[in-house]
């Protein structure tokens, strides 16, 4: 899971990506490599200006927690000193 540039949305995994730079909101985006056959894909979830109605900042990969095998929780700050914690459902 990282964040990307809005540029890259829906961009071929065979073409150079448009860098991000941090700061700058971006949409998180994972990538799904198969073990077995080597197949990538990915999945752009959400844009950082707007979860579900709210935006957030200052999001790092050490705020990602992974309970189990299926599922990841993210916790995300809006500002005023607070944060939300987001579920997303792998499966």
Not at 43 to 62: E, N, R
């Given at each position: 899971?990282?964040?990307?540039n809005i540029n890259n949305l829906n961009l071929p995994l065979n073409k150079y990506p448009a860098?991000?730079?941090s700061g700058q909101?971006?949409?998180?985006?994972a990538y799904?490599?198969?073990d077995a056959s080597g197949d990538v894909s990915?999945?752009?979830?959400?844009?950082?200006k707007d979860v579900k109605g709210i935006p957030v900042y200052q999001f790092t990969i050490g705020r990602i927690m992974?309970?189990?095998?299926?599922?990841?929780?993210?916790e995300l700050y809006k500002k005023q000193k607070q944060d939300i914690l987001l579920r997303i459902n792998l499966r």
């Amino acid at each position: 899971m990282y964040l990307d540039n809005i540029n890259n949305l829906n961009l071929p995994l065979n073409k150079y990506p448009a860098t991000h730079a941090s700061g700058q909101g971006g949409f998180l985006t994972a990538y799904k490599i198969n073990d077995a056959s080597g197949d990538v894909s990915k999945l752009s979830l959400f844009d950082l200006k707007d979860v579900k109605g709210i935006p957030v900042y200052q999001f790092t990969i050490g705020r990602i927690m992974q309970p189990n095998d299926k599922e990841i929780i993210l916790e995300l700050y809006k500002k005023q000193k607070q944060d939300i914690l987001l579920r997303i459902n792998l499966r």
